[in-house]
């Protein structure tokens, strides 16, 4: 595994304090935050992921851009997180509250490289917690 990413620390697994869970869940609620949790299934081309801190939720009609505040279950770049083999594999990221006024937007990892996340036209519904299946 490490071979395939030498100039990078792979996470094979994450500790977190539950305090901080808590303490997080609990401005979730306060501040709105939008939840997205993404699953999909690893195959021989990808064997680690990461998310970059420049993701954003793009509005579809306005230039509003909410910024990812945390990720949960994949590490933030220049590391990376190994992938279970064939396996549903599934991590959850917390945004940036959406204005009122946004009813459609797309999930965009803005990166100097090919092979960011990238997921157009998500309906916005009244929970503001959306599953994406890739």
């Known amino acids: 595994m490490m071979e395939e990413f030498p100039e990078y620390d792979i996470i094979t697994e994450e500790i977190v304090d539950a305090d901080v869970l808590v303490d997080f869940a ?17 195959n021989e081309d990808i064997a680690a992921i990461r998310v970059w801190k420049t993701t954003y939720l793009l509005s579809r009609t306005t230039n509003h851009q909410s910024r990812l505040v945390h990720a949960e279950n994949v590490s933030i770049a220049p590391r990376w997180t190994e992938l279970p083999h064939g396996k549903p594999y599934t991590c959850t990221f917390y945004f940036e509250a959406l204005p009122k006024d ?26 503001d917690v959306y599953t994406i299946q890739d």
């Open 26 to 42: 609990r401005k979730v609620e306060e501040r709105g935050y939008v939840v997205v949790h993404l699953t999909f299934t690893p």
């Open 102 to 127: 946004v009813i459609m937007f797309d999930m965009a990892e803005v990166i100097p490289q090919p092979g960011g996340f990238l997921y157009r036209n998500i309906a916005r519904n009244k929970s």
